[in-house]
């Protein structure tokens, strides 16, 4: 059974740039899509982007673009976030997925809370 | 950040169907598949329902999809007071090129 787990809560100036990590086990790392998924507190859920590691391609909202680079290291079975000039709205927990054939996003890490405050 | 609209709140006694509605357009719901995702009280969602109307492994059959022109729904069954949780629909959006979610509903077990 395929286990993600994130890194840790961070907290961060607005300004700064944060990197969520994302460690997958329990499967063949190449053969998975993985996206990013961000819950604001007491909001809903928001896309953020995605990756296809076998492909090399990524794509992204254009809320996102140009301030969220997501990328993998397949030696490391590790996917990564990481969200530059933060400001404080982008206080939330940060959720990694892995994305199915189907588009659904199948598996889930435990989330990370990133907080931006000065 | 485009959402997809849904009931905020949703309630049954146990036992009861609580039906949760996503209303979208022909350039998400209408054009691709929708899936539906339980978030537990501070836990990560979980997939719940995959191609509008499948369940993965472990989904009880008490929780069904179904999905009609532009609009989609999460129907469930015998309610049980295990299933107080927020449930989001989602979907590809072509124009927009990426996924939406729906705004969430809150299903309370009376």
């Known amino acids: 059974q395929v286990q993600l787990v994130q890194s840790g809560a961070e907290v961060k100036k607005p300004g700064s740039s944060v990197k969520v990590s994302c460690k997958v086990s329990?499967?063949?790392?190449?053969?998975?899509?993985f996206t990013w998924v961000r819950q604001a507190p007491g909001q809903g859920l928001e896309w953020m982007g995605g990756?296809?590691?076998?492909?090399?391609?990524?794509n992204y909202p254009q809320k996102f673009q140009g301030r969220v680079t997501i990328t993998t290291d397949e030696s490391a079975n590790t996917a990564y976030m990481e969200m530059s000039s933060l400001k404080f709205e982008d206080t939330a927990v940060y959720y990694c997925a892995t994305k199915g054939d189907s588009g659904s996003f199948d598996h889930w890490g435990q989330g990370t809370l990133v907080s931006v405050s000065s | 950040q485009s959402l997809l609209p849904q009931p905020p709140s949703a309630s049954g006694t146990p036992g009861q169907t609580v039906t949760i509605s996503c209303s979208g357009s022909s350039s998400n719901i209408g054009g691709n598949t929708v899936n539906w995702y339980q978030q537990l009280p501070g836990t990560a969602p979980k997939l719940l329902i995959y191609?509008?109307?499948h369940r993965p492994s472990g989904v009880p059959d008490r929780f069904s999809g179904s999905k009609s022109g532009t609009s989609a729904s999460l129907a469930i069954s015998g309610l049980q007071s295990e299933d107080e949780a927020d449930y989001y629909c989602?979907?590809?959006?072509?124009?927009?090129?990426?996924?939406?979610f729906g705004i969430g509903t809150t299903v309370t077990v009376l």
């Open positions: 989602a979907a590809w959006d072509d124009s927009l090129n990426g996924y939406v």
């Open positions: 191609r509008n109307s």
């Open positions: 329990g499967g063949t790392f190449s053969n998975y899509a």
């Open positions: 990756i296809i590691p076998f492909f090399g391609v990524s």
